[in-house]
């Protein structure tokens, strides 16, 4: 994905809110990965470090084995390491189908 590409499906984000110049700064630093459906992004108990935006394709998060939530394209998961600084995961996401995200530290987000 190009950073033109990377910038403009950021801006789609609900928490970037159409900036383009905090989506052009986000994109500088992110790491962009492909999911294949029934691949864990995230990992309940892990270190709550980065959040992931979904770009494309959709994510459900698990609990044990419920699926207690489906998030899909243009919305964030992994904002509890920047809202509540939780140390550790509280759930596992996982894609619910092929899946594109961006992903970045939550301390680097912090410094946009």
Known sequence: MS???LTEALMMQSILH???SAAA???KAASVARYQAGQDILT????SDHL???LSGGVEIVIGEA????VAENDIVGEMALFQQAPTRSATVRAGEETICAEKSAEAFKSL
Do not use: L, P, Q, S
């Not at 309940?44 to 270190?47: E, I, P, Q, S």
């Not at 699926?67 to 489906?70: N, T």
């Open 3 to 5: 950073a033109h590409a």
């Open 18 to 20: 159409g900036d383009a």
């Open 25 to 27: 700064a986000f994109a």
């Open 44 to 47: 309940r108990g892990d270190t």
């Open 52 to 54: 992931v935006f979904i």
């Open 67 to 70: 699926v207690v939530a489906r």
